[in-house]
């Protein structure tokens, strides 16, 4: 059963730094491409980044670039996103998403359960 | 700015179709697959509709896509009180470098 959960969420205050993971579990990771995608409380989608399934190949939004960095390791299953400066407008869930690979495309068929980051003082 | 419109809310009653909009522009929508998400409270997005108009194993045939120019549409007949969700439409953007969604649409069977 292919399994993505997400940890490292909670309370920083602005201008902190939190590290975020993904267990992925149930699939060979290393084929698979992943994204972090959040939603504020109470708003729509947005797309954070992606990271191809070699490394080779990462895009970031401009809300968050030169901030966040995500990463994996293939040996450790494990996707990553590194935030730093936090702001207010950075406090949502936080969800991996595996890629299925479209080209340019946005198919993504399993989602963790989300990891809550709150920036607050 | 928004890059891809959607309406916020569209209702229906059970039985019924109802359609919900996605309008993008030539960088994304326009030169790219669009594909559906649907968002039941509390829980992850789950893809709906892939490359405009695909279903993934297991999505009813109720639910439907069509892309046209620079917008999309989604279908969904003989409404049901389990579709009451939000559905997002998402497709990449070439000027962005980066994917886009819609604001989302909050469907609500009445």
Request: with cysteine.
């Amino acid at each position: 059963e292919v399994q993505l959960v997400e940890s490292g969420g909670g309370l920083v205050q602005p201008g902190g730094s939190l590290r975020l993971s993904c267990a992925a579990s149930g699939f060979t990771f290393s084929s698979y491409s992943m994204n972090w995608v959040r939603q504020a409380p109470g708003k729509g989608l947005e797309w954070v980044s992606y990271i191809s399934s070699s490394s080779s190949l990462i895009y970031y939004a401009d809300s968050v670039k030169g901030r966040f960095t995500i990463s994996r390791d293939n040996a450790k299953n494990s996707l990553y996103l590194q935030m730093n400066s936090l702001r207010d407008e950075d406090t949502a869930v936080y969800y991996c998403a595996r890629d299925l690979g479209d080209s340019y495309g946005v198919r993504w068929d399993y989602w963790g359960q989300g990891t809550l980051v709150t920036v607050s003082s | 700015q928004t890059v891809v419109t959607q309406p916020p809310s569209a209702s229906g009653t059970p039985g019924q179709r109802v359609t919900i909009s996605c309008t993008g522009s030539s960088s994304n929508i326009g030169s790219k697959y669009v594909y559906w998400y649907q968002q039941l409270p509390g829980t992850a997005p789950k893809l709906l509709i892939y490359r405009n108009n695909q279903r993934p194993s297991g999505v009813p045939d109720r639910f439907s896509g069509s892309k046209s120019g620079t917008s999309a549409s989604l279908a969904i007949s003989g409404l049901r009180s389990e579709d009451e969700a939000d559905y997002y439409c998402a497709a990449w953007d070439d000027s962005l470098s980066g994917v886009v969604f819609g604001g989302g649409t909050k469907l609500t069977v009445l």
